[in-house]
């Protein structure tokens, strides 16, 4: 377990799956973790009873990532309630999968909006406090298509690439206030998306793993608690890859 003792933590989309169980090993480790969500209020306090339960601290907050207002006033109060913010992880995100000749400008620029925008709105707001304070972790969530590139989704892939470049520039930006910028890379995970495929589709996928099994949530946690703890001290502009071996 990861020591996040006395530490401040945003996760965008944190009322479940993969941001659920980074906000839960979050609060496991001590953090006071505030839960982003979009709209299923439910769940969001759902995994901050979780939080509660492992150990931490935690509140929901309601905006959207794609709102620049939204973001820099969900920091500055993150700030003013709790004293600082020492973790930010850009996890929310959406994927509309069409084909290029088929995808919708909308459709485009929700994509553009969760996965890349946001991000750039919520590390800007996050990285005067972080510097101010002389320390910080962002974490953002790419993606293994960000990668590789996959059929039916350029748009997605597009933003999931976008954002390595971003952080990585973001970690030469920062790295002398010894704020770190890394990503994370899951391959396919075992999530409601992933359970809701046919099985033959299911199947196929699994042929091109070499571990022969989809990642849980947790495993994806791990290496993002890794990056967001004083254990990753001296990494920064890093992608970690989470997914079986499918990409190395």
């Known amino acids: ?50 939080i509660e339960q492992a150990g931490g601290k935690a509140v929901a907050r309601r905006f959207d990532v794609a709102d620049p207002a939204a973001c820099s006033a969900a920091v500055e109060e993150a700030v003013k309630a709790y004293g600082g913010l020492h973790v930010l992880v850009n996890n929310a995100g959406v994927a509309i999968d069409q084909l290029l000749m088929r995808l919708k400008d909308e459709d485009l620029e929700r994509q553009l909006d969760v996965n890349l925008k946001a991000a750039f709105y919520l590390c800007r707001a996050a990285a005067r406090p972080m510097m101010k304070q002389r320390g910080g972790a962002i974490v953002n969530l790419t993606s293994i298509v960000g990668e590789s590139g996959n059929a039916g989704q350029t748009a997605y892939a597009a933003t999931k690439a976008g954002l390595i470049g971003f952080t990585k520039s973001l970690a030469k930006e920062l790295a002398s206030r010894n704020v770190r910028a890394n990503l994370v890379s899951p391959g396919f995970i075992d999530t409601d998306m992933t359970r809701d495929l046919p ?36 990494v920064t502009g890093e992608v970690i890859r989470v997914n079986g071996g499918m990409l190395m």
């Open 1 to 50: 377990m990861f020591d996040f003792s006395g530490k401040v933590a945003l996760v965008t989309g944190g009322s479940r799956g993969i941001g659920r169980a980074i906000a839960v090993g979050l609060g496991r480790g001590g953090a006071t973790v505030i839960v982003n969500y979009a709209g299923n209020e439910a769940a969001a306090n759902e995994t901050c009873g979780l």
């Open 199 to 234: 099985e033959d589709v299911r199947k196929a996928m699994l042929g091109t793993i070499p571990m022969g099994r989809l990642g849980s949530a947790e495993e994806v946690a791990n290496a993002v608690l890794f990056l967001a703890s004083d254990a990753a001290s001296y």
